[in-house]
């Protein structure tokens, strides 16, 4: 399965962005998909999940402000990123879990004034 994550960009400090991320096939095929995001230097970081079933997980920090979701008809999964803050800049990947684990490419995100 290839992932392409799109829709990062630069935004101010309590704007919003939508991260998409296309799957070659049917997402049905995956156990579940998610967000992650990296700072330089540092480990990625799990931020969303959601499932097959439909339950989401978050990251304490995004609760509340970052929704996951699902678009099975165009094979996406998007990241609605609301009130954003500084801390929230990073380089988002997203992921499927399935036969095998899969990433796509990352998109940048810049939370700045």
């Known amino acids: 399965v290839q992932l392409q994550a799109s829709g990062g960009g630069l935004v101010q400090p309590g704007g919003s962005l939508r991260l998409s991320c296309a799957a070659s096939?049917?997402?049905?095929?995956?156990?579940?998909m998610g967000w992650y995001r990296q700072l330089p230097g540092k480990q990625r970081e799990l931020v969303a999940r959601?499932?097959?079933?439909?339950?989401?997980s978050y990251a304490d920090s995004v609760k509340g402000r970052f929704t996951i979701s699902r678009d099975f008809a165009k094979n996406t999964v998007n990241l609605q990123m609301n009130s954003l803050k500084f801390e929230d800049t990073a380089v988002y990947y997203c992921?499927?879990?399935?036969?095998?684990?899969?990433w796509g490419q990352g998109t940048l995100v810049t939370v700045s004034s």
């Open positions: 096939r049917s997402i049905l095929e995956l156990n579940s």
């Open positions: 959601i499932f097959v079933s439909g339950s989401t």
């Open positions: 992921k499927g879990w399935g036969y095998s684990d899969y």
